[in-house]
Nanobody
């Protein structure tokens, strides 16, 4: 069983930065994609960014140019560097991992709060 564990959330003022980390532990055969979703209060969960095993990346339009996703394959870890944060970036950020059998594993989430 793969268990992604997030860290790095917190409270920051608008314009500030945070770096989220997610380390996948457990019995891992091979990881395909890794990424981040977020869920704001009263809204549906939305994709923020993802990175494939080939290092291709995708971003939500709302975070392009401000967020950067990266991964360390040796550590089974994915990072999300968030710069120029806005109050609308507030939400619970969930890490996910997809293995080569297309199984999806979710972290428990980490709260990000951006004050205006």
């Amino acid at each position: 069983q793969v268990q992604p564990v997030e860290s790095g959330g917190g409270l920051v003022q608008a314009g500030g930065s945070l770096r989220l980390s997610c380390a996948a532990s457990g019995i891992i055969f091979s990881i395909n994609a890794m990424g981040w979703y977020r869920q704001a209060p009263g809204k549906q969960r939305e994709l923020v960014a993802r990175v494939t095993s080939g290092a291709s990346t995708n971003y939500a339009d709302s975070v392009k140019g401000r967020f950067t996703i990266s991964r360390d394959n040796a550590k089974n870890t994915v990072y999300l560097q968030m710069n120029t944060l806005k109050p609308e970036d507030t939400g619970v950020y969930y890490c996910y991992v997809v293995d080569d059998f297309a199984r999806v594993y979710w972290g428990q989430g980490t709260q990000v709060t951006v004050s205006s």
